[in-house]
DNA sequence: AATGAATGAGATTTCATTCAT
DNA sequence: TATGAATGAAATCTCATTCAT
């Protein structure tokens, strides 16, 4: 997973000119954590109202509250509700990268790591964060074309990840797949597996108390299907 | 299949409560007529425009414009706009689950008609209805509560039609699938996997050229799910 | 002064399609009457509270009480704010070319065109309609530059009548003046004059009674500005 | 022109008021050279933010940024935005009076006096400062009363320079005007010749290479009007 | 049945100004 | 003095829906 690292954007940089000296003052420090804060908080209550009440139910000015700061306190820190949404998305989506990347890594992207891979996303990031699931597969989309277009790139990148792991797992057991397309056949089809099957015993009705056995036998599935689409 | 047969949906109209079919003069007949092209025409434009430029951009106005109709007149054949939508998910989830639904009947609910499933689904329907496609997957996402009710309703319907199909597929074959959920998780898989496929290779990109080579690796990733998930 | 008939503009012109129909229904035209009457008391409020609350003070929502519509109902007649500015400057100005143009043709092009244009301005113009000269010269100000390109457009549209009227002076005098500009420099010298001058004795102070005297000399003034860049 | 000398308006600082000048440490003074250097180049940016993109354009934070200042630094030196263009059209309308009195007072008020100041008025005021002539006559247009209030004020002034300078004239000459109004009138429609010739040539129109032709065209046409408006 | 002008609630967004540090 | 993050009032504008004709 190479190119994990994202640098988190903030509107402004003004304050960053004076970062580039060594050593802020503790005034400016405190400000700067201050300020990082905030950002959180913003992104917290955004997460929380649009996951709940969805994205176009959440006004700004009931995120302001949520978030204990001002109308303009929002503005000042994101350019507009869209942007607001589109850097919830990138942060979700880095969270679940690092998640699915590590486990990738930590099997040396052999098959354990494919089938770990899945078991974290369903029994940890689903399970223990049902807000970020419904921004990243609900909240997020029928929005904008810019919304659409930033949804895009954090899937390809989703799938890029997924098609690398496969890609390796290939070489690691010296086989090949049926199609130049099928590593990335596979890397979506996967994705697409988690999605749906997430929104379906998640999001549409609560089978958390089976999400062991669901675990299990999407990556069975997934498994499956690596094996058929792979060749000696 | 049981109950693919959906009962289509129109306002009460005035005149058809009073008047049965056989005894209709034949203005009468000519009105009933002219008043199911106007339906149509009203649900094709809004299929376009749905389609072709989103939702929310699509509004009212040009709908009734494109349809060559007045404002009025939408609204009296359609509730509002959500029940426009909901109706042409209606009808877009009906084609689809016959067009599914006889692949699996034509080969007896034979390993063969999930192979012929998903190739008609990418072969047929995706290349053939681009715009019904955008409407089921993306237009009708992050809207109201009530559509997204509905949604659920005509997932549920497809899901079931699959599940029945691999469960009667698992009788045939005098198999069992591991564990009591496994059709439902592969039903929902393999629609999630037809979903981001579709979404990733036509909406996303257009790689309807090699549609034929993604969907046989499609069709074989979800062949060797199944078998994974079958036990003797 | 050839072009003074100015095409009025509405936003849409869907009913005009079938205004061209040489007979309209009484519905139809009664609509009409009743979509021109709006338009017209839309206007009429604008003007009002632009001048005497300033363009930026009446906000959309006054402008609608005062004309006695809802607010959707002011942007079903133009577009937006800008818009309803732009349209009244049009009026305003067309009007005044209508009168000033009028002494010009009434007195043949002669001096006394001049005389009696100035006059009609200062004592009709100007104390019948101080709100359309607070518009025209107060309240289009400092606006967005589509405003002002518009402005520009007025005036450069009156500069043309008067020059016009100077030219055609010349012609009849056997005179020329003194340079290939003159023409133009008088033109927008006597508007100048007009507009200051009326900005002063009327807008920021009332003398409003001496007004009588303040055209004579303005015009008198005029005359001798004219003659003095006359050769033989 | 007597009270030409408007006295400097800057927010009482609290080291002036217990500091005369004579007795200010090295300090002292470095810092207010400092201060009256700020005060200044938060005016210049002002001028040159206000004339280039307009007043409600240039935002205070744009205009801090510009002069390399704090916005609450914009603050310490201005009670607000409209304080800052009230400054800065004090400013203009200083330069500008020096100016034309200085050759009012040059030529003795002769009828001299009016000519040159025309042509200083064009070729050295209108050409060598856009900027200047853009924020007096353009964007301190259609502002708060205030400011309105103040332009008010300022062009009595210039009325007034202009009309003793008429009077003197009138005395030098052993002429009577016309009516008692006369030198007001004339006065008034000099400016508004000045004003609208500079913002039809230079403003919406580029014509500072015949910048001569014109000066001298309004000059005569100004002398033309003089004249006739005078009696023996 | 059809029309289309009128409605108005409700959302986003701006930016001059303040004030604790 | 200087800073700049926080404030929030106030304005524009949209568009699904209604209803008299």
Redesign the pocket.
Known sequence: MPDLIVEKKMK?S??SK?AEKKSLSK?AL??QR??E???ESILSAAELLFAREG??????????DSA??????????F??????LVHLLDKISFELRELLGSEFIKADFSLDGIKSAGHVFFEEFCLKCPEKLAILFKESMGRSNLVEEHRKQIFDKLIADVQEALIRLSDNRKLNYQSALSAEIMAVSILGMYERIAYHFLIWQDSSKEMKTISKDTVAFILGGINNLSRQ
């Not at 994205?55 to 302001?64: D, G, H």
């Open positions: 402004k003004k304050t004076s005034t405190r400000r201050e300020r804060h905030r950002y994205y176009l139910q959440a006004s700004m000015e009931r995120i302001a204990e700061v001002s109308v303009g306190t929002l503005y000042f820190y350019k507009n509700k869209e942007d607001l």
